[in-house]
């Protein structure tokens, strides 16, 4: 099955400084979105994507959906500290029929941890 | 995450026993979807339902897992005779369509098979 590769697998930065991420997949996919997991809790959407090449901003966050279509990177400025937990790429592979279904697949993750 | 409402948050059963976990979505939400997830793993698909029907079922154990979303009521992730390698958290995701609608998640149910 279609699988996504995210990278790095952790991060250890300092506040204030830049991320970036990203995840790839050898297959296209339809849609990228960009989840953030804290402990004890289930992902919460950060951004969603819908056409190739889009870019897209949430605050100090940026996305973008590869004109590709096989890969994605999530920027976070000027970290801080309540920045630190697991960002999970997840994308809508094509059906059979060329759309998208419901079934997303997610990457492994990037723990992300910030020291103040 | 709030609008997706999943109970209970943690549930304990010993191997054999039958698991029952449940998936309130948002208002206005008519997809629903279960995921699991394993410690330090991303989640893994297993069923996406609409009211009173399964769409995909791809991603679950053909024995004894099930998934049903009734036209009234919450829907409901079953677990029958789990066994220890059962124990994962259960996420269900809700959306109003299908096809591009955002998944917004609950908070998940910890199951735990001693």
């Known amino acids: 099955g279609q699988q996504l590769n995210q990278s790095p697998q952790s991060m250890f930065i300092q506040e204030g400084e830049d991320v970036s991420m990203n995840c790839t997949s050898s297959?296209?996919?339809?849609?990228w979105l960009w989840y953030k997991q804290e402990p004890g809790e289930g992902p919460v959407l950060l951004i969603a994507?819908?056409?190739?090449?889009e870019l897209t901003s949430n605050g100090r966050l940026t996305a973008q959906f590869g004109i590709t279509r096989k890969d994605s990177f999530l920027n976070i400025s000027a970290s801080i500290p309540s920045d630190v937990g697991i960002y999970f790429c997840?994308?809508?592979?094509?059906?059979?029929?060329?759309?998208?279904?419901?079934?997303?697949?997610f990457g492994q993750g990037t723990i992300l941890t910030v020291h103040p | 995450n709030a609008g997706v409402m999943q109970n209970p948050r943690h549930l304990v059963r010993r191997r054999g026993q039958e698991a029952r976990l449940r998936c309130s979505p948002m208002?206005?939400?008519?997809?629903v979807y279960w995921y699991r997830q394993l410690p330090e793993e991303g989640l893994k698909f297993m069923v996406y339902?609409?009211?009173?029907?399964?769409?995909?079922e791809s991603g679950m154990p053909k024995e004894r897992f099930s998934a049903e979303f009734p036209k009234e009521g919450p829907s409901i992730l079953r677990i029958q005779q789990v066994v220890r390698g059962d124990s994962a958290a259960y996420f269900c995701?809700?959306?109003?369509?299908?096809?591009?609608?955002?998944?917004?998640f609950g908070d998940g149910t910890r199951l735990s098979i001693l």
């Open positions: 994507l819908y056409k190739a090449g």
């Open positions: 995701a809700s959306s109003p369509s299908g096809i591009k609608g955002p998944q917004h």
């Open positions: 997840a994308g809508h592979p094509p059906s059979a029929g060329g759309t998208s279904y419901g079934k997303l697949t």
């Open positions: 339902l609409q009211k009173e029907n399964i769409i995909d």
């Open positions: 297959s296209i996919f339809n849609t």
């Open positions: 208002k206005g939400h008519s997809h």
